[in-house]
């Protein structure tokens, strides 16, 4: 046991006495042109990725010091193909140690970057990486125990595109950076300085982090220039805990063409979707009015307080959140906005019916059923649970340790929790309690069957790896890929204060 309850309540105390973010004193320019990361090619010879310490302009005037792969903050977008083997060599140039985890593809653990694949400062590490999954977009980042959180909030991240060459071509825009852009959310806070400010209070690991200021790709509010036509988003929730609720300020209906884990069989007509953290949807715009048009989001209500219930307008801005929108309801505030070129040739006009070589849904039945409770509170709450409130651990990286837990038990990197057989169909109910969290599986896709018992349609939602389990979601899981007990995947809530303290387990496949 670390440290005492007394101790423990006077370290409490010395934190909330911090003070609190300063006001910005710097100005947030919206409307900067949309950075689009440099795209990399992982399909022949070995690309080196550096985590490197940078120094951005997000302010106007000012210098914010990040983090990145091969750039100043995030890191370019890696493209990699089924059928051939990436070579990423990941060199740490920090002082800190860093993990790179692949998050979408399906990999052997020992290849996966988790928390057990440390990279020490000024070392290197070179994963083989065979691509054998449907196209999709996943992202990457670093997975260290107790600083992934931070690690992610300062800037290692990226976007993953994989390509399948032997599948039928969907028909969709595909020109990176053109008319398909890669769009990072995030969103941060800044101190007086300029600096990305970050708390460790418990308020702030117990609700997960948010900042009131929205970045794509890295630029505040910035502003995309896109060809007059259709035009394909691949929309990633790079945030450390912020749901969004998106739609167009001129609630124009989009359409969605995929999710985390590759299309879905055809477009589905929205006019407004949420995402959360680690999510990832691809989306087809028709920007053929050429009119200009904001990206907008809604308040994100998901605190405990709050109960996990969420939507637009529901719960109004707290102190985090990002400033209104001029034409947003109430709460609502800007993520970017399109200014729509007609000089910009569009090279598809129109959205195809169906999407070739969309993935089918190939679980079959569940062998066994698994439970996992995602537990906020220790407090003799959930199954399995310890109780009796505060248990050992303290502060270490500053989650709260004993209070996220899954099953009653929190994180323990050298216990593994799930003994999987490799290739079995296993049916996951997965629960939370006091706010809703995003669950999160490595290396594998899965389907969701329903959520608080309503039957989910797979033409909805396709193949999954987060899900936002608010009440009760049912998962139909299937892992291929090996993992021993050296190195064990994992399973966890993609908040990252939440990951980072405790609400996360280990899982062989043998
Ligand atoms: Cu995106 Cu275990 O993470
Ligand atoms: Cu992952
Ligand atoms: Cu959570």
């Known amino acids: 046991m670390g440290l005492s309850r007394r101790t423990f309540l006077a370290g409490t105390a010395a934190l909330v006495a911090a003070p609190a973010l300063a006001k910005r004193s710097f100005a947030r320019e919206p409307g900067a042109p949309l950075p689009i990361p440099s795209l990399v090619d992982l399909k022949s010879d070995p690309q080196v990725l550096e985590a490197i310490a940078g120094k951005s302009s997000m302010l106007a005037g000012a210098t914010t010091p990040t983090l990145g792969y091969s750039q100043p903050y995030l890191g370019p977008t890696l493209r990699v193909s089924r059928g051939s083997i990436a070579r990423p060599k990941v060199l740490n140039r920090l002082s800190q140690p860093v993990t790179t985890h692949w998050h979408g593809l399906h990999v052997p653990a020992i290849v996966d970057g988790g928390p057990k694949l440390e990279i020490a400062p000024g070392a290197s590490w070179d994963p083989e990486l065979l691509i054998d999954q449907p196209a999709c977009t996943a992202w990457y980042h670093s997975h260290v125990h107790h600083r992934t ?40 806070a800044f101190d007086s300085d300029g600096h990305l400010a970050y ?74 979707l949420r995402l959360s953290p ?6 087809i715009v028709d920007f053929s009015n050429a009119s200009p048009v904001s990206l907008l989001s809604g308040p994100d209500g998901n605190t405990m307080m709050g109960g996990g219930m969420m939507g637009r307008g529901m719960m109004g801005g707290g102190s985090d959140n990002p400033p209104q929108a001029a034409g947003g309801t109430e709460g609502e505030f800007d993520v970017m906005s399109f200014a729509p070129d007609r000089n910009k040739p569009a090279a598809v006009s129109t959205l195809p019916a169906a999407l070739a070589g969309a993935p089918t849904p190939n679980l079959g039945d569940p062998v066994r059923t698994r439970r996992l409770s995602l537990d906020m509170h220790g407090g003799g709450m959930g199954r399995g649970s310890m109780g009796g409130g505060m248990r050992g651990g303290g502060m270490r990286g500053g989650g709260m340790m004993g209070e996220l837990a899954i099953n009653g038990r929190a994180f323990d990197i050298d216990r593994v929790d799930q003994e999987l057989k490799r290739g079995e169909t296993e049916r996951w109910v997965v629960s939370a309690n006091m706010m809703a969290h995003p669950f999160h599986v490595h290396a594998t896709s899965f389907q969701v069957m329903s959520q608080n018992g309503q039957s989910v349609p797979y033409e909805t939602m396709g193949l999954k790896d987060v899900v936002l389990v608010q009440g009760e979601a049912e998962i139909l899981v299937r892992v291929d890929q090996p993992a021993s007990d050296a190195v064990p995947f994992l399973y966890h809530c993609h908040i990252l204060e939440h990951e980072d303290g405790g609400m996360m387990g280990q899982f062989t496949v043998s």
């Open 278 to 283: 680690a999510e990832r949807v691809e989306i």
């Open 149 to 188: 959180a931070q690690q992610v909030y300062q800037g290692l991240a990226g976007m993953i595109i994989v390509d399948d060459p032997g599948a039928p071509d969907p028909g969709l825009p595909k020109t990176h950076g053109v008319d398909d852009l890669p769009l990072v959310i995030q969103d941060r």
């Open 199 to 272: 708390s460790s209070r418990r308020h702030t690991m117990m609700h997960g982090f948010k900042g009131d200021t929205v970045l794509v790709n890295g630029a505040v509010t910035p502003k995309a220039s896109v060809p007059a036509g259709l035009v394909r988003l691949r929309l990633l929730n790079g945030s450390n805990a912020r749901i969004y609720h998106l739609r167009f300020a001129d609630d124009r209906t989009f359409h969605q063409v995929a999710s985390d884990g590759g299309l879905l069989p055809k477009p589905v007509a929205l006019t407004s």
